[in-house]
């Protein structure tokens, strides 16, 4: 697996960190932290350290008020549940993604999904990482609020504005902040992923999407759209 899972700052009080195999993002003004992702459940420490980090940044004061999601795979939302014993924040995700953050639905790849490729050695690795990282645990997240798609909001002193970018799962969402020209995509656009040769702007394999057809149309709106940066859910950072 890959990642420094140190923050680095892509644009005034944006730190991106590439984690181990999944990737978050946090903004920070106002005396407040907004995650955006929030990693595998053995990521907790990575992502307490990252927060502290960037809080360090704005005089060490900034406390955690939000956290946003991009879809309810494990590798997204598996320290929530964690973060909320030692912090008091409201989670966010698109109606239509609510579901599968709270494990009312599962929309995730699964043991019947990935066994014709064990063969692979990438793909052995990654199944064993995200075993190990605590990818087949409950992580289910209560009490998660719907966003308003396509309407914008302030975390953390950051206009955000929340897009439906459907097909990795039934409510996928991408964040944009105009005023930065950031883009988090999610796992609707990555460069990377420890399962693909390939480095740079790609889907991932399409075992991983609900609907293959659907992503692949998000993908191309995504390549599209030419943020000036973008943060994936895996992969580096890609800057324009």
Do not use: C
């Not at 697996?1 to 181990?20: D, I, K, L, Q």
């Amino acid at each position: 697996m890959r990642g420094s899972s140190a923050p680095v700052e892509v644009a005034p009080g944006v730190h991106f960190v590439e984690g181990p195999a999944s990737n978050w993002t946090i903004l920070v003004g106002g005396g407040t932290l907004t995650l955006v992702d929030a990693g595998y459940p053995a990521d907790l420490d990575l992502v307490e350290s990252s927060l502290r980090a960037v809080a360090a940044t704005n005089e060490g004061d900034a406390r955690l008020t939000s956290v946003l999601v991009t879809h309810g795979h494990s590798d997204h939302i598996g320290t929530i549940t964690a973060l909320r014993r030692r912090h008091r924040f409201e989670v966010l995700a698109a109606p239509a993604e609510v579901p599968n953050v709270t494990r009312e639905q599962l929309h995730q790849v699964g043991v019947r999904d990935v066994l014709p490729h064990l063969y692979k050695p990438r793909f052995a690795r990654w199944v064993l990482h995200a075993v190990r990282a605590g990818g087949l645990g409950d992580v289910a997240v209560a009490d998660v609020l719907p966003l308003e798609l396509g309407v914008t909001r302030t975390f953390s002193g950051h206009r955000v504005v929340p897009t439906t970018a459907v097909g990795h799962t039934p409510g996928h969402t991408v964040f944009a902040l105009p005023d930065d020209d950031v883009l988090i995509t999610g796992d609707a656009l990555v460069t990377g992923h420890p399962t693909s040769r390939l480095e740079g702007v790609q889907m991932l394999h399409p075992i991983f999407h609900s609907d293959l057809a659907e992503a692949g149309r998000t993908y191309g709106r995504l390549v599209d759209r030419g943020a000036r940066v973008v943060l994936p859910g895996h992969g580096p950072a890609l800057r324009h």
